[in-house]
T-cell receptor, first 114, second 116 residues
């Protein structure tokens, strides 16, 4: 069975600092991996995804994530945080069946201090 | 752009009422979903539909039912609302099947339901 663990329900960084949000997964098949972002009072939107190929994936707003199979991780990073990055971030894993078996992590809320 | 529209953003209902949450998507997606979002629990799948009139139970279907009479519309029904169903409900859609674009899920803005 698939599962996703996001380490840290809350992360706080200063503006301009590195953002690192951690995600570990388990999957019995080669996984599709996703990061979604949810801004206040909105639905989720795709930030980036890994399907096949290059393990370093670049997304919107300067975010990127690296798929590390040996560590079963898909951590999200951004070199320099901006106030507008304050949101909740969800890591997700899918077995590729069109979304039905997409499992979401519990979410990490990112706070950005001025 | 894909657009998933949830008809009601904020609802307050009384215990025992029948509640309808409506969702429409405009991208001809085969799959549609209803999720429930609660703090610390992430998103939990209530029901999934892969075609008109077809539905599959998700992780937490108890107390809910769904209807999909048209491809673009997926309704969530709470037959008799209870206070423990107070939550944020998210509708979503996706293309069926595998592939680079086949797995991205597109979400609506959510419906906040309070049952008093």
């Amino acid at each position: 069975a698939q599962s996703v663990t996001q380490l840290g329900s809350h992360v706080s960084v200063s503006e301009g600092a590195l953002v690192l949000l951690r995600c570990n997964y388990s999957s019995s098949v080669p996984p599709y991996l996703f990061w979604y972002v949810q801004y206040p009072n909105q639905g989720l939107q795709l930030l980036l995804k890994y399907t096949t190929g290059a393990t370093l994936v670049k997304g919107i707003n300067g975010f990127e994530a690296e798929f590390k199979k040996s560590e079963t991780s898909f951590h999200l990073t951004k070199p320099s945080a901006h106030m507008s990055d304050a949101a909740e971030y969800f890591c997700a894993v899918s077995d590729g069946t069109g979304g039905f078996k997409t499992i979401f992590g519990a979410g990490t809320r990112l706070f950005v201090k001025a | 752009d894909v657009k998933v529209t949830q008809s009601s953003r904020y609802l307050v209902k009384r215990t025992g009422e029948k509640v309808f949450l409506e969702c429409v998507q405009d991208m001809d997606h085969e799959n549609m979903f209803w999720y429930r979002q609660d703090p610390g629990l992430g998103l939990r799948l209530i029901y999934f539909s892969y075609d008109v009139k077809m539905k599959e139970k998700g992780d937490i279907p108890e107390g809910y039912s769904v209807s999909r009479e048209k491809k673009e519309r997926f309704s969530l029904i709470l037959e008799s609302a209870s206070t423990n169903q107070t939550s944020m409900y998210l509708c979503a859609s996706s293309i069926r099947g595998q592939g680079v674009s086949g797995n991205t899920i597109y979400f609506g803005e959510g419906s906040w339901l309070t049952v008093v």
